[in-house]
């Protein structure tokens, strides 16, 4: 706030008594330009829902359809981590953020990078007045979230020292020095990585059913990371070929050739197919591009975008089978589609496409989609 009659910035209030008119004019201009820069680049609307602890649903000014909104330099625990399955305080954090927002009108200000490769809006996320605090900040102070410096964002620094203090004041994901965490995984919310001694001074590494044997110690930490990669990249079928050719075999050899101990969610068709048809698996319909075809699976993720509704059958939605869902389309579905199918096996009938190299199947009526009991 500036002081009433004051300028601004005192010490630029007059040109000095030897410098020329121009110069007067080139201040003038700057000053205009660092006020007016701030203003031009905010955003503001109400927030309609909050996705989890990073993401918002926003519905910006003069627009009757949200967009969706990642909070710049944070990352919250998700619901649903394409790897990792739920994390330690999704839960939390989403809640918590929702309880700071949720049917707020909010201002928004965008930094380097306008969205991110989701085509989700970067935005630094503000409170109204009086309290105006920044969302964003507030989660990491509330260790309700890491900082996120994969990418540059200008408040890296401010960031970072918010994370710090929730660390040492124990607050959120840090509560009991971390141990929570350790303490949830450990009580089977998560599919281990486990390692194991063994001779020659090496290790061996098992995962949902799949072990290695003969690894040093130094590459212990690239082959944990290629089993969580790999697996959040790849369709159970698919996984067990990549894993046998890195050299796993199956902890069970009555399982030889299967993906032991993975759920195979939506992986096999069950029951009788629609209509008489043959049931095509989702990993292969992405092979019957042009095709009219039924597949059969469980929805593991769903995204909600300002003109579609995706369904997914696995994480990796550029590699599977997409439904979508046009939002024109939805006075014809359930009331929130994404909600109702989600974690719901379910039965499709549609012509397959390949959109920007990603297979999509579009639903346009609620009678091409079944739940199957």
């Known amino acids: 706030m500036f002081p009433v009659g004051g300028h601004p910035f005192p010490q630029w209030g007059k040109c000095h008594p030897r410098g020329k008119g121009r110069t007067c004019l080139g201040i003038v201009i700057l000053l205009l330009g660092l006020l007016a820069g701030p203003a031009s680049a905010a955003e503001t609307g109400v927030v309609d829902e909050v996705v989890d602890g ?18 710049i330099g944070i990352d919250a625990p ?50 109204p007045p009086p309290d105006g605090r920044l969302l964003n900040e507030e989660m990491l102070r509330a260790g309700m979230a890491r900082a996120y410096t994969r990418f540059p964002f200008s408040r890296k620094d401010a960031f970072l020292a918010a994370e710090g203090r929730a660390r040492r004041e124990e607050r959120g ?106 049931v095509v698996s989702w990993e292969d319909a992405g092979r019957r591009e042009g095709e009219e075809i039924v597949v059969e699976g469980t929805i593991v993720r769903t995204h909600r975008a300002e003109k579609v509704i995706y369904l997914n059958f696995h994480a990796n939605w550029k590699r599977y089978l997409t439904l979508v869902i046009f939002v024109k389309d ?30 999509e199947m579009v639903v346009r009526s609620p009678g091409d989609i079944t739940v199957v009991p």
């Open 78 to 127: 998700e619901r649903s981590h394409p790897s990792l399955g739920k994390e330690f305080f999704s839960d939390e954090a989403a809640a918590h953020l929702a309880s700071l927002c949720r049917g707020k009108a909010v201002r928004m200000e965008k930094d380097i990078e306008e969205t991110d490769k989701y085509d989700r809006l970067l935005r630094y996320v503000f409170l």
């Open 330 to 359: 939805l006075p014809l579905f359930p009331a929130n589609p994404e909600t109702a199918y989600k974690g719901k096996k379910v039965r499709v009938r549609g012509e397959v496409k390949i959109y920007k190299d990603r297979p």
């Open 173 to 278: 994901l840090w509560k009991d020095g971390g141990a929570a965490e350790a303490r949830w995984l450990a009580s089977g919310k998560a599919r281990p990585v486990e390692i194991y001694p063994a001779g020659g001074r090496t290790f061996a590494v098992a995962y949902t059913g799949w072990a290695k044997s003969g690894i040093e110690r130094r590459d212990l930490p690239k082959e944990i990371e290629w089993v969580l990669r790999t697996r959040g990249e790849l369709s159970d079928t698919e996984f067990a070929s990549k894993a046998r050719d890195r050299g796993f075999r199956p902890i069970d050899p009555a399982n030889e050739g299967a993906a032991a101990a993975v759920p195979a969610a939506g992986r096999a068709p069950s029951g009788p197919p629609v209509r008489g048809e043959k």
């Open 54 to 71: 990073d993401t918002l649903r926003v519905r910006t000014a003069g627009s009757t359809e949200a967009v969706t909104v990642r909070l």
